[in-house]
Antibody, heavy 121, light 107 residues
Framework: QVQLVESGGGVVQPGRSLRLSCAAS????????LHWVRQAPGKGLEWVAG????????YYADSVKGRFTISRDNSKNTLYLQMNSLRAEDTAVYYC??????????????WGQGTLVTVSS | DIQMTQSPSSLSASVGDRVTITCRAS??????LAWFQQKPGKAPKSLIY???SLQSGVPSKFSGSGSGTDFTLTISSLQAEDSATYYC?????????FGGGTKVEIK
């Protein structure tokens, strides 16, 4: 079965960096795009970044562009999110989300359990 | 960016009731619309994709309809385990965007 396991969250001071990881299993990792979606405490869902199956295409929300970098290591079945210049408003649970394909388009199906990032001094 | 607007933001209904949640896109998205269910402290779960296709393993009491800008999620007979927050999401174009959520409570 599909499993997405995030790690790397924690408490970090404003302006510092953190790298999240998502270990994937149960599907052919190299065939699917992946995303990071976050949820601030008590708030709704916000898409953060996405990456194509081969890493050749990357997409970012305006709120993180220039500060966050999404990447993947297809030899390790792992997705990453490098977060630099962190701000208090980046505090959220970060979810790893897998694409699936239907009718020539990619929709999102499986979600990991999330990892909490708290940006605070 | 495509804005997604859900209504209502919350509702309270009785067991057995038919419940309908509406989602409106700020521009046409064809059928590139998904619905997710999220229970407190848990990750979202996929219910519907392509506006009306049921995700594998999801009970048939959930159904979706619509295309273009107006979409609905219907729960045909509400049960206690359906208490959750429901989100719509468009995947026609980046940035992917979500509705603000509809919290469904049981009376």
């Amino acid at each position: 079965q599909v499993q997405l396991v995030e790690s790397g969250g924690g408490v970090v001071q404003p302006g510092r960096s953190l790298r999240l990881s998502c270990a994937a299993s149960g599907f052919t990792f190299t065939s699917y795009g992946l995303h990071w979606v976050r949820q601030a405490p008590g708030k709704g869902l916000e898409w953060v970044a996405g990456i194509s199956h081969d890493g050749g295409n990357k997409y970012y929300a305006d709120s993180v562009k220039g500060r966050f970098t999404i990447s993947r290591d297809n030899s390790k079945n792992t997705l990453y999110l490098q977060m630099n210049s962190l701000r208090a408003e980046d505090t959220a649970v970060y979810y790893c989300v897998k694409d699936n394909y239907y009718d020539s388009s990619a929709y999102q199906d499986y979600w990991g359990q999330g990892t909490l990032v708290t940006v605070s001094s | 960016d495509i804005q997604m607007t859900q209504s209502p933001s919350s509702l309270s209904a009785s067991v057995g009731d038919r419940v309908t949640i509406t989602c409106r896109a700020s521009q046409g998205i064809s059928k590139y619309l998904a619905w997710f269910q999220q229970k407190p402290g848990k990750a979202p779960k996929s219910l519907i994709y392509a506006a009306s296709s049921l995700q594998s393993g999801v009970p048939s009491k959930f159904s979706g309809s619509g295309s273009g800008t107006d979409f609905t999620l219907t729960i045909s007979s509400l049960q206690a385990e359906d208490s959750a927050t429901y989100y719509c999401q468009q995947y026609k174009s980046y940035p992917l965007t979500f509705g603000g959520g509809t919290k469904v409570e049981i009376k």
